[in-house]
C-alpha cells in the first residue's frame, strides 16, 4: 500500500489512463504492458508510489534516470512492432523499459554502458519475470550489438548528438525501424525507418533526455 493507502496496482491504473491513454496513447498492447510491470521494482526502494506513478523521470543512480512513462509509451507505440520481434535496446537503465518490451512479447537484446547498472537490471527482471526473453550486454550502445543484427527494431534511451551509423546498419533492411532522441540542449525524438538501403527519418517530439556517453569519455 502507498502513503495514501492506494495499491501499486491502483497507481498503474492511474497512470495508464491518465498519463498514457489521456494523452493519445492508444495501442493496447503498449498499455496492458504498462499495467503489467510495477514500476517501484525499479526505483530506489524507499521512493513512495506517488513518486514511482508519476509523470517524470526517476533518478536511478549513476547520475541516470529511468524516463517518464509517457515518453518510453510514446517511443513504443512509435516503433509499433508486432509480439516476437527482435528489438535492441541501447540504454538498460533500470531496467524497466526492457521490461515492458519483454511484457509486450519482444525478443530483446538491451545494452548498458555501466556494469552496475545492467547487473542490478538483470537480477530484478529475471526475479518478476524469469522466462522473459531477454539478452543483457555491457557494451558501447554507439555500436549496437552486431552479433543479434538484424533488428526488426531498435529504441535508444539517451541522447547521441549525431544519430550512430551503426544502429542503421543493423536496422533489418526490410522495415526495420530505429527510434531515438537526438541532438545535444534541444532534442528530437526521431523514427528512422529502412527499406532496403534508403532511410526514411520522421521527426516528433521534443525532448529531454541523458546525453548517450561516448565511452572514450569515461
Ligand atoms: N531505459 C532506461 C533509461 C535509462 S537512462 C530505463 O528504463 O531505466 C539511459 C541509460 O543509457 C543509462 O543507464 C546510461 O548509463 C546508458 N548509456 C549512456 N550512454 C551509453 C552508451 N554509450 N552505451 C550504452 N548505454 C549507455
Redesign the pocket.
Known amino acids: 500500500m502507498g502513503e495514501t493507502g492506494l495499491s501499486s496496482s491502483s497507481f498503474r491504473e492511474r497512470m495508464v489512463r491518465t498519463d498514457l491513454e489521456g494523452a493519445g496513447v492508444r495501442s493496447r498492447r503498449v498499455l496492458d504492458a504498462f499495467m503489467s510491470v510495477p514500476r517501484e521494482l525499479?526505483v530506489p526502494s524507499r521512493t513512495g508510489l506517488a513518486a514511482v506513478y508519476g509523470n517524470h523521470p526517476l533518478p536511478?543512480g549513476?547520475g541516470?534516470?529511468?524516463?517518464q512513462p509517457f515518453i518510453?509509451a510514446y517511443m513504443l507505440e512509435l516503433l509499433s512492432l508486432p509480439p516476437g520481434s527482435r528489438v535492441l535496446?541501447?540504454?538498460?537503465?533500470?531496467?524497466?523499459?526492457?521490461a515492458i518490451l519483454a511484457a509486450m512479447g519482444m525478443e530483446v537484446v538491451t545494452?548498458?554502458?555501466?556494469p552496475e547498472?545492467a547487473s542490478r537490471?538483470r537480477r530484478t527482471i529475471m526475479e518478476f519475470m524469469p522466462d522473459a526473453d531477454i539478452r543483457f550486454l555491457i557494451?558501447?550502445?554507439?555500436r549496437g550489438w552486431e552479433p543479434a543484427a538484424p533488428y526488426a527494431g531498435i529504441i535508444v534511451?539517451?541522447a547521441p548528438l549525431s544519430i550512430p551509423s551503426a544502429l542503421e546498419e543493423q536496422l533489418d533492411p526490410k522495415g526495420g525501424c530505429l527510434v531515438l532522441p537526438a541532438g545535444g540542449f534541444i532534442q528530437k525524438l526521431v523514427k528512422i525507418t529502412r527499406a532496403g538501403e534508403d532511410l526514411t527519418m520522421q521527426e516528433s517530439l521534443t525532448v529531454r533526455?541523458?546525453?548517450?556517453?561516448?565511452?572514450d569519455d569515461r
Open positions: 525499479f536511478i549513476f541516470q534516470t529511468v524516463s518510453v535496446e541501447i540504454g538498460t537503465g533500470s531496467g524497466y523499459q526492457t545494452v548498458e554502458l555501466i547498472l537490471a557494451s558501447d550502445g554507439y534511451s539517451a533526455f541523458v546525453p548517450l556517453i561516448a565511452s
